[in-house]
């Protein structure tokens, strides 16, 4: 996954938990609590084995517990039943993605847009799948077509800047991380993609200044400095035929 998809995971679902009690699986998938999504769910299909809404929170909470093989069943049980259930085509796609059977999993994901054309999620989710198969400008029209939509959507300048990066658009990245940082002050990341936006635009004074001022932010996760994620980002940058003059000068100034 990429490191936008995971901050987006953040943004998206941040939320408070209910009290345990009356707590329902979606309350607790919001809450970002999964197994306790998939202990909820579990014990509502226990009782209601057709309720599709039960699973569903299931699928999509055992996909982030890595349990794929169990994700993509409960999507495909409610596809059966409700072949026109854009959120479970969606779900299927994210959990074949993170299979990593990307050309299933948009697909799937697709036969969701159908449905859904709109939907900024499912968008984002085509954009994150494109761009983990290197086909850098079909992500970008996703991604833009996003901002577009929603330009509030959370994480989507830090989609944008990336991806931009990629596709070597220096200006293109700086402009998306500026209203990233606008929009979102806290999240590190626009501040790191405004630092490779300097670094590609071969301004490369700027680009120290700011790599240095990113060295020891802490990213969304709260654990990662940035001076361990801008190697990493540069790494995928690498292994997708993109460089930039300077790269390994600023990996060596980021170990002083």
């Not at 408070?16 to 999504?37: F, N, T, V, Y």
């Amino acid at each position: 996954m990429s490191r936008s998809a995971v901050a987006l995971l953040f943004f998206a679902l941040a939320g408070q938990a209910s009290d345990p009690a009356s707590e329902s699986p979606g309350q607790a998938l919001k809450a970002r609590r999964w197994s306790d999504a998939v202990r909820l769910a579990d014990a509502t299909l226990a009782g209601a084995p057709a309720d599709a809404e039960a699973r569903l929170v299931r699928g999509y909470a055992r996909a982030r517990l890595k349990d794929y093989a169990g994700s993509l069943a409960d999507f495909t049980t409610v596809l059966g039943g409700r072949p026109d259930e854009a959120r479970a085509w969606h779900g299927a796609g994210k959990t074949l993605r993170m299979m990593g059977d990307l050309p299933a999993g948009l697909a799937a994901n697709d036969r969701a847009l159908v449905l859904a054309p709109d939907e900024p999620d499912y968008l984002v989710e085509r954009g994150v799948n494109l761009f983990n198969a290197h086909r850098f400008a079909a992500s970008s029209a996703a991604f833009e077509r996003v901002h577009h939509l929603a330009p509030g959507y959370a994480g989507i300048n830090a989609y944008r800047a990336e991806v931009f990066l990629f596709l070597r658009d220096a200006a293109g990245a700086e402009a998306a991380a500026r209203e990233g940082l606008e929009r979102e002050p806290s999240y590190g990341i626009h501040r790191i993609n405004l630092a490779h936006a300097a670094l590609f635009a071969g301004q490369m004074a700027k680009a120290r200044e700011l790599y240095l001022a990113c060295a020891d932010l802490i990213d969304m996760d709260g654990v990662t400095p940035g001076r361990e994620l801008v190697p990493l980002d540069f790494a995928k940058m690498r292994a997708a035929g993109v460089e930039a003059p300077g790269m390994a000068e600023i990996e060596a100034l980021l170990k002083r």
